[in-house]
């Protein structure tokens, strides 16, 4: 009895170390800058496809049972590397990744990491790397980040050449665009042509249009969460690009290598100050408009432990016109500012933090006259906002993130001024105040190898306070004093059955609620468009959105292929009422008429990853509606974003090591828009009569752009290199209709009224030239 007594505690110690289970931490970053890589790969070679992946800041975590493992740690673009460890205690391993080296033949995908898109619970998910992005033909070479993003299942394009978009049915304001957590209120330059986003300053782009997680919040239809370069902190580089229409230069570099670093971009368009000479003498002469960004960041690291970010973003787009015929003048400056200061601190292997101070203004003016005329308006948003967020990794294919936000809402309406002579003006409309908070809980686990589940909660409130006169009873609130509070309970859940290796069957259900709210009569937002916050008029817009999905990746995973069908129910839908008239004057509250949505559809896509061939086909066919007890007789119509069929094919070729060719093809049904039904006249004035709510369409939509980058000296050593990228835009000149007006034609004597249609079309082919330069030096202190 004393031998085996004797023999249970010799293999005690090697037993509990058997079950002993420790840590491996640490950051991907990129070689070559230092810059962390989110979503980077690690996995374990002979677990069958048990790993992790990188966080928003490049952080990963592995807790595994005592023993050697081999690792692989991949990122696409980027050479995989493999590790032997052996795991005996916690360890640290930062590991560095090199860039993949050009080559021209077809590359096979040996390791499993890349059926990622089958394995993660993530639906409607999908990262775009800015190398990518800048492959795609560009409108005037202006690489843009939102207008890749249509070319996504389930994204629509907002109008010819624009920047806004539409998601699964929703409203262009229930996008939530992030910049490095900072929310961005108005996304567009040029009345949305281009977008606010340089794409040189941009490291990477995630766009979220199926089960949102529970730690976004504020929007029903998608979240946009672009990230800006940290820096690299190896080297001093500077590049740019000049265009047709606009320059780009960007810096970076290290303040002390290995630990801190900067960078600064710059953008701004110049093709009216060129054109100022020939202004001269014209009735047009002072005309110009021009926009401009500024993106900087800097960062600092004082170890594994802790690291400090700060970054900021100003852009303005400046129209200026004069008119020599009456003295009719005005200026229109509006434009967005962000800064955001973030601090993550790691408390242990297992538990990551990130705690961020976010501030961000919109501001929209107008200033013009004529004669002893003048009117001024203003109006915007400003935030500020404080957030804190927890990544907790309790054990292998287990997560857990959770946190709490709040934001404090100035929002200005349109304040109107006028003066003529010595009358004046005023509407005297105070801004609007409010506090928005929230805190959510998601655990993201595995149940054994085929049933994976990502289960969040999340709990928001909303209070809206004064100064502040009631709509209803006249109440006048003091102020600082809560007007209207909303709380509202948002379940989010989705799930992941694996069928096979290389297949999986997703399920998924998100509940959001959006206390702000953007009303335009246009097809996209414009710049005058009002943010008006819940009050006791305006309730919450609610969103429910189920969605089943079928993933399969195909030939080893170089193939990924996916097919989503959604339903989504929208409630406390907002529009205009019948027949309004947009005056300064009015309240827009007053304005508001309020009812439901639902939007249905499915959405197919396939995409090629890798190879000298890559690209995607993605196709959706869906339906979006609504109902309005006061619109169109509170009889269903459709949005004027449905869209029956919309289609996108994307190619981009290696030619050679010097030209690179790429090509996109776009298909979409014809916008609705409400037609004229009739003329008549009472009391000799004519009267138009309009059809149903957008109960017409225009022709359908299509068009090809085509471009070819030219690299003289690809494997050059030299610090300096350069490329030049060819474009085409609408390369056989579709003459795609924008809107339509109609011409009035009356004759009161006769009796007769007669209304013409006629289209209008913006781009036809449009061909540029952009030459793009990189320099790298040598590295800092």
């Known amino acids: 009895m004393k031998k085996i007594l004797l023999i249970i505690l010799a293999l005690c110690p090697i037993l509990l170390a058997a079950q002993q289970k420790f840590t491996l931490s640490g950051y991907v970053r990129d070689a070559a800058s230092g810059e962390t890589l989110v979503g980077a790969n690690i996995l374990l070679q002979q677990s069958g496809g048990q790993g992790a992946t990188t966080n928003a800041y490049g952080f990963y975590s592995l ?82 980040v939102l207008k890749a993003i249509q070319l996504l299942p389930g994204v629509l394009s907002a109008g010819e050449g624009t920047s806004g978009f539409y998601v699964r049915g929703g409203g262009p304001d229930q996008n939530l665009v992030l910049l490095d957590e900072a929310v961005v209120y108005n996304s567009g330059h040029l009345l949305g042509f281009f977008s606010v986003f340089n794409a040189d300053a941009i490291k990477n782009t995630t766009l979220i249009k199926g089960g949102m997680p529970a730690q976004y919040g504020g929007r029903l239809s998608s979240v946009v969460d672009i990230q800006m370069k940290e820096g690299n902190n190896q080297n001093f580089a500077v590049e740019g690009g000049i265009g047709a229409i606009a320059s780009r230069l960007t810096v970076q570099g290290p303040i002390v290598r290995d630990r801190s670093s900067f960078m600064v971009s710059a953008r701004r368009t110049y093709a009216l100050d060129l054109a100022q000479p020939f ?15 500024l993106n900087a960041k800097l960062n600092y690291r004082f170890g594994d432990k802790d690291r400090l970010f700060f970054s900021t973003y100003f852009g303005r787009d400046v129209l200026k ?32 933090m990130n705690v961020s ?17 003048r009117i001024g308006l203003f109006s915007g948003v400003r935030d500020w906002n404080g957030k804190v967020d927890f990544d907790w990794f309790p054990g292998a294919g287990h997560k857990v993130k959770f946190g709490a936000n709040y934001t404090y809402h100035k929002l200005t309406p349109n304040v109107a001024s006028a003066t003529n002579g010595e009358q004046t003006f005023t509407n005297d409309f105070e801004p609007r105040y409010a506090h928005e908070s929230a805190v959510y809980l998601l655990d993201d686990f595995s149940l054994g190898r085929r049933l994976s589940l990502n289960a969040g909660l999340r709990l928001s409130a909303f209070t809206q306070v004064s100064p502040y006169v009631s709509n209803i009873d006249s109440t006048v609130y003091a102020d600082g004093e809560p007007v209207k509070t909303y709380v509202n309970l948002e379940p989010r859940l989705s799930l992941t059955w694996n069928l096979t290796p290389s297949s999986s069957v997703k399920a998924g259900v998100t509940l959001a ?37 079928y993933f399969r990746n195909f030939a080893n995973n170089v193939l990924e292929g996916s097919l989503e069908v959604y339903y989504k129910d929208l409630r406390n839908q907002i529009d205009y009422r019948e027949n309004y008239v947009d005056d300064v004057a009015n309240n827009l509250e007053t304005e508001f008429v309020f009812g439901r949505g639902r939007a249905y559809g499915a959405e197919l896509f396939l995409q090629k990853r890798k190879g000298r061939l890559t690209g995607w086909v993605g196709y959706t066919l869906s339906r979006t509606e609504r109902i309005f007890p006061e619109i169109n007789n509170g009889q269903v119509f459709p949005a004027v974003y449905d869209r029956r069929h919309d289609l996108s094919v994307v190619a981009n070729y290696q030619l050679s090591r010097k030209w690179e060719l790429s090509g996109a093809f776009v298909f979409g049904s014809g916008n609705a828009y409400t037609p004229v039904q009739s003329l008549y006249f009472i009391d000799r004035f004519p009267v138009t009569r ?55 034609q009356s004759d009161p004597a006769a009796g007769t009224a007669q209304a013409t249609a006629y289209k209008v079309s913006l781009f036809p082919v449009i061909p540029t030239v952009t030459w793009n330069f990189r320099w790298k030096g040598g590295g800092g202190a």
Do not use: C
């Open 279 to 293: 202004l001269k003498g014209t009735n047009f002469e002072g005309t110009n408009y021009y926009f401009y960004d």
């Open 690 to 744: 309009y059809g149903p709510r957008n109960s017409a369409r225009l022709q359908d939509y299509h068009r090809l752009d085509l471009s070819a980058t030219f690299t003289p000296r690809p494997d050059s050593e030299k610090r300096f290199t350069s490329s030049w990228a060819f474009s085409v835009y609408n390369a056989y000149s579709r003459q795609n209709p924008f809107f339509i007006y109609y011409d009035l």
């Open 513 to 549: 609620n959006q206390y702000l709210h953007l009303v335009s009569n246009s097809t996209s937002t414009l710049p005058a468009d009002v943010w008006v916050p819940s009050s006791e008029l305006v309730r919450p817009q609610i969103g429910l959105q189920y969605a089943v999905g």
């Open 357 to 373: 101070a976010i501030y961000n203004d919109y501001d929209f003016s107008f200033d013009g006259g004529q004669g002893e005329f």
């Open 63 to 144: 807790q595994l049972p005592a023993g050697q493992y081999e690792l692989a740690f991949t990122y696409l673009g980027y050479e995989p590397k493999k590790e032997t460890i052996a795991l005996d205690q916690d360890i640290r391993l930062n590991v560095n990744l090199e860039e993949e080296t050009l080559q021209l033949r077809e590359v096979v995908v040996t390791a499993r990491e890349e059926d990622a898109n089958v394995r993660s619970t993530e639906m409607g998910t999908v990262g775009l790397a800015m190398e990518n992005v800048k492959k795609l033909p560009a409108l005037m070479g202006e690489v843009d």
């Open 321 to 352: 016109f004069r008119g020599n015929f009456r003295d009719f003048y005005f200026d229109l400056p509006y434009g967005n500012a962000t800064a955001t200061l973030r601090w993550n601190h790691l408390f242990s292997s297992k538990l990551f």
